[in-house]
């Protein structure tokens, strides 16, 4: 039986996934994303010890309130990290007929064994992925998180081939990934995948930077404000532009 560590639950979350879903988020993340908003998820290793099993008896006591859609979905830090745990919560999650959704940003992702067979079983038991693309240019991608994007683009697309229900997240950030040339080729890149249900922009924002201060990190983005409403329309605009959702 493997365990996870856990940063922390969720009961009643409402925009992570389908309907209301209880949401477990993970510890551990290898990105270092200049706009994050819970450095506390860093650290590997960390944060309380569940089982599979734990987990899914606590969700279970909030089903009544899932209706059709509803059910359970893992987020983090970064969950893939713990893929070995996840392949056991979402299978167990499955035998007692729950709803399962990934949160990631697939950075971990690869097509070199063992870890592309593991990912491969864990598709199996994921009934929707919510994919983050945080940049769709490599090098501006290393700039914002200190790691490139080619194998996240690369899991985009073996998600698109294999018909994965994926909803795609991107996080507006004004002055960084706000720009109609830029929201246009992330547009480009989503209108070659076949399986996008959803496209969602998650504006940037501050209510994290306590956490930095507790944590004495000096916040990387001081400064920066949220975008404006005109702003978050006007790349909704870009990003649904030919695409038929």
Request: glycine share 8%; with cysteine; net charge negative.
């Amino acid at each position: 039986m493997t365990k996870a560590n856990v940063h922390s639950i969720e009961s009643f979350g409402s925009v992570d996934g389908p309907g209301v879903r209880f949401i477990i988020f993970l510890q551990g993340c290898p990105m270092r994303c200049l706009f994050c908003h819970n450095p506390d998820t860093w650290e590997l290793g960390k944060g309380q010890e569940w089982s599979a099993d734990e987990l899914l008896d606590k969700a279970e006591k909030y089903k009544s309130y899932w209706g059709e859609e509803g059910g359970i979905t893992v987020s983090g830090g970064e969950a893939l990290l713990q893929i070995d745990f996840l392949i056991e919560l979402f299978s167990k999650a499955k035998l007692r007929g729950i709803n399962t959704c990934l949160d990631t940003s697939a950075q971990p992702f690869t097509r070199k064994e063992p870890y592309f067979s593991k990912f491969e079983t864990l598709m199996k038991y994921t009934d929707t992925i919510l994919l983050d693309i945080k940049h769709i240019n490599d090098s501006e991608h290393r700039k914002l998180t200190h790691h490139g994007n080619s194998n996240i683009l690369d899991c985009a697309r073996y998600l698109s081939d294999t018909g994965k229900k994926v909803w795609i997240r991107h996080v507006l950030i004004p002055g960084i990934t706000d720009n109609e040339e830029y929201l246009t080729q992330l547009n480009a890149f989503i209108k070659t995948l076949k399986n996008v249900e959803r496209v969602e922009i998650l504006p940037y924002h501050t209510l994290g930077t306590f956490k930095y201060e507790k944590l004495n990190i000096e916040y990387p983005l001081k400064g920066v404000e949220p975008p404006s409403k005109d702003s978050i329309d006007n790349a909704t605009k870009i990003l649904m532009r030919g695409l038929q959702l």
